[in-house]
């Protein structure tokens, strides 16, 4: 298996692009418990270009009905990223943290936010788009263009660090 690099930039640059629009090749989940992971999932795919086609635990979008829990969904996601030993992205995930927590050393943009309620439930995915002046991120579901994460209110949070893709 190959090492190759995530393209960060190519990541923030598609949540840009989408932040207050939906890009037509990709269903919204908007009025089906949210479009936020999906939305993370498309940045993420931008900057890796490889998606993992393994049934169940795998990271993949084919259609609305072909496409893995991992790429919609905010628990999925996590644990895919965090335990992925197989192609497509892979990260280290980072916290709990409160949203004034200055973010650890190696969080930046094309990083991922899951913010989390006081039951430890985490519902909403976020992806960091600019660290110039604290955390900014933007995102689907609450359509969120380079809001500062201040201005979020949650129990906690955690980061996930892409750390990079792997490939065939």
């Known amino acids: ?14 949540a840009h692009q989408w932040a207050l629009a939906r890009n037509p090749r990709y269903f919204d989940f908007s009025e089906y418990g949210g479009d936020c ?14 998606m993992n086609y ?11 009905g072909q496409r893995t829990a991992s790429w919609s969904s905010v628990v999925y996601l996590h644990r895919f990223l ?25 969080i930046g943009p094309g990083d991922i936010v899951q913010l989390c309620r006081e039951d430890g439930t985490y519902y909403h995915s976020l992806l960091i788009t600019d660290t110039t002046d604290g955390v900014r991120v ?23 660090h892409i750390l990079g893709v792997r490939n065939w």
């Open 1 to 14: 298996m190959q090492l190759i690099p995530y393209n960060r930039q190519a990541a923030v640059n598609y």
């Open 138 to 160: 933007t995102a689907h579901s609450f359509d969120a263009h380079n809001k500062p994460l201040v201005e979020y209110v949650c129990h906690s949070l955690r980061y996930i």
């Open 54 to 64: 393994s049934p169940v635990y795998g990271w993949y979008y084919i259609s609305a």
């Open 82 to 106: 965090t335990t992925n030993s197989s192609v497509g992205p892979y990260g280290l995930s980072m916290g709990p943290f409160t949203v004034h927590d200055a973010p650890p050393a190696p």
């Open 37 to 50: 992971s999906s939305f993370v999932s498309q940045c993420l795919y931008a900057g890796s270009s490889i």
